[in-house]
């Protein structure tokens, strides 16, 4: 059998794998092109990892989870997030339970029970934990769970060092993370969480970025993560250097896992800062809270060679260019900030960056402040791939959420949809037009008779590349206590060639 036919058969059976559907057939002799434009369909497996959420005894945390309703998606199909010692353990057959959330199982064994077990794909379920312990948490969705499933992360913390609302959607394993914004300053307390989903450890190597470059270190490489097991490691061990502006690189060498930083500051408040989208030469910071009191940009190029960028903001009438702030310059290897100020100016707006002449990649990311004195609060807003077909944010609450939507090259048209609540209530969806350059802090739909909690869902109809981002304020009126997600495409569907079956190929 040649060689090209075993390579071919290979692909076909990854294919399968994957989706659940793959056939494969010879090409036509005559050397025409006559194959049918690949078909999207969904996902039928997915990770998502919810890094350890406080170390205060305050704490109090909600998880949110939701899955959309995909076409062609298995109408059958399961989720469920656990602690990470208990997904080892179920999966060894080994007792994972603690305390008093332990059950039986199938054999008479303990194992625990999930702190979320979501229903059927279009209703969102909520679970609560409150304090210290909470640990890292590994999901997996199955079926027709899988496509698009999104959790949320919400912990609110009334006193302390990083006071105030932190909110993270829980990520897909991976094997590279970029994070600027992060910083080992006086009031700053930054955390690097790493969670291991797999059954084999994984080694990673923590790089750091300074002003003047890399800073020396050898605490960070080759960290070891245990299988099913998260580690938090303090960024000023890794370093003693003070730095305002860090970016964090972090590495797999062996295996995959989930990243995020945790960004704590003594007087305003802190945050999670997530991933960056992967370096690129055009990026798109979405949804700047209208009433940010401070921002500060923050980039970095990986490459050998400096960035020259133009920065403009996005707002509701077009694209502007701040004051000031026209142009920035980002040295090779070495992270750059820039103080932007109010630059949104009581409007909704979106940071845009593009190169000034030559491509270079850079990852940017946002910190923004809102209030002021002691009633300060901080978040993060990192560069973000667009909606895509679609994206999600779960946990919003009627009156504390902001759905921002941007178009910054052409116009386009979004279908917001906004599902059931936790317990109770109606769907409800909206569509808008995106004039070309803006920005836009729109009225989303409300589940009619809400009660809980409920997840918004967008999807690009036509039009341009659109960016969003889901703000959510806290409920505590003595701060402007606040998180912002951005929405990337969910990944809900993968592209399969269509193919038909002709096994005479097994015969060439």
Same mark, same amino acid.
């Given at each position: 059998?040649?060689?090209?036919?075993?390579?071919?058969?290979a692909?076909?059976?990854?294919?399968?794998?994957?989706?659940?559907?793959?056939?494969?057939? @010879?090409p036509?002799?005559?050397?025409? &092109?006559?194959?049918?434009?690949?078909?999207?369909?969904?996902?039928?497996?997915?990770?998502?990892?919810?890094?350890?959420?406080?170390?205060?005894?305050?704490?109090?945390?909600?998880?949110?989870?939701?899955?959309?309703?995909?076409?062609?998606?298995?109408?059958?199909?399961?989720?469920?997030? $656990?602690?990470?010692?208990?997904?080892?353990?179920?999966?060894?057959?080994?007792?994972?339970?603690?305390?008093?959330?332990?059950?039986?199982?199938?054999?008479?064994?303990?194992?625990?029970?999930?702190? $979320?077990?979501?229903?059927?794909p279009?209703?969102?379920?909520?679970?609560?934990?409150?304090?210290?312990?909470?640990?890292?948490?590994?999901?997996?969705?199955?079926?027709?769970?899988?496509?698009?499933?999104?959790?949320?992360?919400?912990?609110?913390?009334?006193?302390?060092?990083?006071?105030?609302?932190?909110? $993270?959607?829980?990520?897909?394993?991976?094997?590279?993370?970029?994070?600027?914004?992060?910083?080992?300053?006086?009031?700053?307390?930054?955390?690097?969480?790493?969670?291991?989903?797999?059954?084999?450890?994984?080694?990673?190597d923590?790089?750091?970025?300074?002003?003047?470059?890399?800073?020396?270190?050898?605490?960070?490489?080759?960290?070891?993560?245990?299988?099913?097991?998260?580690?938090?490691?303090?960024?000023?061990?890794?370093?003693?250097?003070?730095?305002?502006?860090l970016?964090?690189?972090?590495?797999?060498?062996?295996?995959?896992?989930?990243?995020?930083?945790?960004?704590?500051?003594?007087?305003?408040?802190?945050?999670?800062?997530?991933?960056?989208?992967?370096?690129?030469?055009?990026?798109?910071?979405?949804?700047?809270?209208?009433?940010?009191?401070a921002?500060?940009?923050?980039?970095?190029?990986?490459?050998?060679? &400096?960035?020259?960028?133009?920065?403009?903001?996005?707002?509701?009438?077009?694209?502007?260019?701040?004051?000031?702030?026209?142009?920035?310059?980002?040295?090779?290897?070495?992270?750059?900030?820039?103080?932007?100020?109010?630059?949104?100016?009581?409007?909704?707006?979106?940071?845009?960056?593009?190169?000034?002449?030559?491509?270079?990649? $850079?990852?940017?990311?946002?910190?923004?402040?809102?209030?002021?004195?002691?009633?300060?609060?901080?978040?993060f807003?990192?560069?973000?791939?667009p909606?895509?077909?679609?994206?999600? @944010?779960?946990?919003?609450?009627?009156?504390?959420?902001?759905?921002?939507?941007?178009?910054?090259?052409?116009?386009?048209?979004?279908?917001?949809?906004?599902?059931?609540?936790?317990?109770?209530?109606?769907?409800?969806?909206?569509?808008?037009?995106?004039?070309?350059?803006?920005?836009?802090?729109?009225?989303?739909?409300?589940?009619?008779g809400?009660?809980?909690?409920?997840?918004?869902?967008?999807?690009?109809?036509s039009?341009?590349?659109?960016?969003?981002?889901?703000?959510?304020?806290?409920?505590?009126?003595?701060?402007?206590?606040?998180?912002?997600?951005?929405?990337?495409?969910?990944?809900?569907?993968?592209?399969?060639?269509?193919?038909?079956?002709?096994?005479?190929?097994?015969?060439?």
């Amino acid at each position: 059998m040649k060689r090209t036919t075993l390579s071919l058969i290979a692909c076909a059976a990854a294919l399968a794998a994957v989706t659940g559907f793959a056939v494969v057939s @010879a090409p036509d002799d005559s050397g025409s &092109d006559t194959a049918a434009p690949a078909a999207r369909l969904p996902v039928e497996r997915t990770s998502l990892l919810c890094p350890a959420p406080s170390t205060s005894d305050l704490a109090e945390t909600a998880y949110t989870s939701f899955t959309p309703v995909t076409k062609g998606a298995d109408e059958k199909g399961s989720a469920a997030l $656990v602690t990470a010692e208990s997904a080892g353990a179920t999966e060894d057959g080994e007792d994972g339970g603690k305390g008093d959330k332990e059950e039986k199982g199938e054999k008479g064994e303990k194992t625990e029970k999930p702190v $979320v077990q979501p229903k059927a794909p279009g209703t969102p379920v909520a679970g609560k934990t409150t304090g210290a312990d909470t640990p890292a948490l590994i999901g997996t969705g199955e079926g027709g769970n899988a496509p698009g499933w999104t959790v949320q992360q919400t912990t609110e913390v009334a006193a302390g060092t990083g006071r105030g609302l932190q909110g $993270v959607n829980c990520t897909a394993p991976d094997t590279e993370f970029w994070f600027p914004g992060a910083s080992t300053a006086t009031d700053r307390t930054d955390y690097v969480h790493l969670t291991n989903p797999d059954d084999s450890a994984a080694v990673v190597d923590i790089e750091l970025y300074g002003k003047d470059g890399a800073l020396e270190s050898t605490v960070g490489e080759g960290v070891t993560v245990p299988p099913h097991a998260s580690e938090s490691l303090l960024l000023s061990t890794l370093s003693d250097v003070k730095q305002t502006d860090l970016t964090v690189h972090v590495g797999v060498r062996s295996g995959r896992l989930g990243a995020a930083v945790q960004a704590l500051d003594d007087k305003t408040g802190g945050d999670w800062l997530t991933a960056a989208a992967d370096p690129a030469s055009d990026l798109v910071m979405p949804g700047i809270p209208k009433d940010a009191t401070a921002v500060r940009l923050v980039l970095f190029t990986p490459g050998g060679t &400096d960035a020259d960028l133009k920065v403009r903001l996005a707002s509701p009438s077009g694209l502007i260019t701040p004051a000031g702030h026209e142009t920035v310059h980002v040295k090779a290897g070495m992270t750059t900030g820039v103080d932007l100020g109010e630059v949104t100016r009581g409007e909704a707006g979106s940071l845009v960056l593009t190169p000034t002449d030559r491509s270079v990649p $850079v990852v940017a990311a946002l910190r923004v402040v809102r209030g002021k004195g002691d009633e300060q609060e901080s978040a993060f807003i990192p560069a973000s791939d667009p909606v895509g077909a679609r994206a999600t @944010a779960a946990d919003n609450r009627a009156k504390s959420t902001t759905l921002a939507l941007s178009a910054p090259d052409a116009a386009a048209k979004v279908k917001v949809t906004a599902s059931a609540g936790t317990e109770g209530g109606t769907t409800a969806t909206k569509t808008y037009t995106l004039e070309a350059g803006t920005t836009q802090n729109v009225d989303a739909p409300v589940p009619a008779g809400l009660k809980g909690s409920y997840a918004l869902t967008v999807e690009t109809v036509s039009g341009g590349p659109v960016y969003a981002s889901r703000a959510l304020t806290g409920s505590d009126d003595d701060v402007a206590s606040f998180t912002v997600q951005t929405l990337p495409d969910d990944r809900g569907t993968v592209s399969v060639p269509n193919a038909d079956e002709d096994l005479s190929v097994l015969q060439k």
